[in-house]
């Protein structure tokens, strides 16, 4: 039959199923700036060193910590939400 625990096993979660995009880590309130749909400046080095190797338009993963916060969109030293998660 079908069970749940089955159909679970089956499953990625969002997280690992996006995992092949590059990603930034976020400060607390450069993350909220996300949350609220806003766009964030990239400011640390480590950071720009990953962008520069982009092109503008890119697809970026937004992370706090280990958690998903969205998907966004380079746009020269911005990042902008495209997909928002409530992980």
């Known amino acids: 039959g079908h069970s749940p625990a089955r159909f679970e ?3 990625l ?11 930034l880590a976020l400060a ?3 993350a909220d700036r996300l949350r609220m749909g806003r766009a964030v400046q990239v400011l640390r080095t480590a950071d720009r060193v990953v962008i520069e190797a982009l092109d503008d338009g890119a697809i970026l993963r937004a992370m706090d910590g ?9 746009e020269g030293m911005e990042i902008h939400p495209v997909r928002v998660f409530n992980l």
Do not use: M
């Open 13 to 23: 979660s969002v997280a690992t199923a996006l995992d092949d995009i590059p990603a």
């Open 66 to 74: 280990k958690t998903l916060i969205a998907l966004t969109r380079l």
């Open 28 to 30: 607390d309130l450069e």
């Open 9 to 11: 096993q089956c499953l």
